[in-house]
């Protein structure tokens, strides 16, 4: 009997993440298959504004012989996380009218959306790399494994940051505005256009702070033969995404009370 109570349990709220998902996907897409058009074009035309500027001045790929996949590793990863710990900030308040409903539950939104987003940026990724494959802009990746895991590390970060960012802004508006400007920097920081590992000693010592660097860095190990950085620790940004996710869903239960 508990074993049928457990399972009904599970069905229910898969029943209610599924239609979560869904609500998510028309508020975020609208009803037409452009909006999911547009989320792939966006990073597209972002990785080929910079090959363009860089090709311009002459610039050579700082590894490798393609610009548009060294870029493509860092900016990908970069949006990814950013998407994620982001869009999961106002996750509270804008589905607070489906919290009245007791079957619906505060972490059902976070993950709903987590899994949107993730979904998405799965979709992109796949079809972004097919495609400078097919273009012979990038060779198969040397280390498929590490190219997966690498989007799974970055996928546990984002959601740690962004179910901790989520629980802080439904209690201080003000930190919406606060997290982007603390975030903003992330650009120059986590390797997008260089190699980390070029850099002197005193500037990686810093930067090996920044756990989205080291998974730019992994991406890089996974599609490049011979990468070898002098930066990458692969269970920094895993113990980190852990460590603020469990920080954030304490955070939820701890002030649940407090944000209604």
């Avoid at 058009?37 to 972002?46: E, F, G, H, K, R």
């Avoid at 982007?180 to 500037?203: D, E, N, W």
């Avoid at 890089?220 to 033969?225: A, L, S, T």
Wanted: charged share 10%.
């Amino acid at each position: 009997m508990n074993l049928v109570s457990t399972s009904d349990l599970l069905a229910l709220q898969a029943r209610v993440l599924v239609s979560l998902v869904l609500r998510e996907t028309r508020a975020t897409f609208g009803t037409s298959v452009f909006g999911y058009v547009w989320a792939i074009i966006t990073p597209t035309i972002s990785i080929g504004l910079l090959v363009f500027i860089f090709s311009i001045v002459g610039r050579q790929p700082p590894f490798g012989s393609s610009l548009a996949l060294f870029f493509a590793t860092g900016i990908l990863t970069l949006q990814f996380f950013s998407e994620l710990s982001g869009k999961l900030m106002n996750v509270f308040d804008a589905n607070r009218a489906l919290l009245t409903y007791p079957i619906i539950k505060d972490v059902d939104t976070l993950f709903a959306r987590g899994l949107l987003i993730t979904a998405t940026y799965t979709l992109i990724m796949a079809i972004f790399y097919t495609a400078l494959i097919a273009l012979g802009l990038a060779s198969l990746p040397e280390q498929p494994e590490h190219v997966i895991l690498a989007f799974l590390g970055t996928w546990l970060l984002g959601l740690g940051f962004g179910t901790l960012n989520a629980v802080i802004a439904s209690l201080w508006d003000t930190w919406t505005q606060i997290e982007k400007i603390l975030t903003r920097p992330l650009f120059f920081i986590s390797g997008v256009f260089y190699v980390p590992s070029q850099l002197p000693p005193q500037a990686r010592e810093i930067l090996q702070w920044n756990p989205v660097l080291h998974l730019v860095e992994w991406f890089r190990q996974g599609f490049y033969p011979n990468y070898n950085s002098m930066i990458l620790d692969m269970w920094y940004p895993i113990g980190v995404g852990a460590a603020m996710l469990l920080l954030g869903l304490a955070g939820e239960r701890l002030f649940r009370r407090a944000r209604f």
